[in-house]
């Protein structure tokens, strides 16, 4: 009984151990669901911040990153293998009060594969980019778009607003009319963003029916839109 015992454990030790093994190929497939707010590249911040150099890091120090939550700037934690696998399991739990949106990863095969991707795309200098999911008919994008270049279909000539709807005119001469709920005025001061005087129009939603246009930075914004009936 005592030796089978012994077998039976050593067997969930092997199977326990076997699934902790990351596969960066996978975990680099799911981080997909992690590019629309975080970016590999050094100080190149989204919604959160670059996650560049993250091994050894205290939480909440990139230098460039302004909207850490004081719960985080305060933990102390560092990020390692340990810290990380228990932040991408419950960030709440980990750090209560963080702002992190994301509610976790049950699967702790899951979280070993996407650690194992992180731990060599986050390296300094070896950056490498994820791939890209299918934006489906426009209905989600994975990565900020770089609008130094614009086509003439995607550049922004005016916005004018009248009663609850956004006209938008582009400089190929369509104009394009938007209920002022589904229309968001961004800006963009990275160096992915617009160049000033040439707004982007950026198509969003399911059903192609949203749009940001976005701006080099918000001194533009009461230059374009003007109220015209």
């Not at 992690?34 to 909440?60: E, F, I, V």
Request: net charge positive; hydrophobic share 40%; aromatic share 6%.
């Amino acid at each position: 009984m005592n030796r089978l015992f012994m077998v039976v454990i050593a067997l969930l030790w092997s199977v326990q151990a076997f699934a902790a093994e990351g596969n960066a190929a996978r975990g680099q497939r799911l981080f997909q669901n992690c590019m629309a707010c975080h970016s590999l590249a050094a100080d190149k911040n989204m919604t959160g911040p670059s996650l560049s150099g993250l091994w050894g890091r205290k939480a909440g120090t990139v230098p460039s990153f302004t909207r850490y939550s004081d719960a985080l700037k305060s933990s102390g934690m560092v990020w390692n293998d340990q810290t990380l696998d228990r932040w991408l399991a419950d960030p709440q739990h980990v750090i209560p009060g963080n702002t992190m949106t994301f509610r976790g990863i049950a699967d702790a095969q899951q979280r070993a594969d996407v650690l194992a991707y992180l731990k060599q795309a986050t390296q300094p200098g070896n950056a490498q980019t994820a791939q890209q999911m299918p934006q489906m008919g426009g209905m989600m994008r994975t990565s900020v778009p770089n609008l130094k270049k614009l086509d003439a279909e995607d550049r922004v000539q005016s916005v004018a607003y009248c009663r609850d709807t956004y006209e938008v005119t582009t400089a190929d001469g369509k104009k394009h009319k938007i209920w002022e709920r589904n229309l968001r005025l961004k800006t963009d001061s990275s160096e992915d963003g617009p160049t000033q005087g040439a707004p982007a129009l950026v198509p969003a939603g399911m059903m192609g029916d949203r749009a940001d246009v976005i701006f080099s930075g918000p001194d533009e914004i009461g230059a374009f839109v003007k109220s015209s009936c």
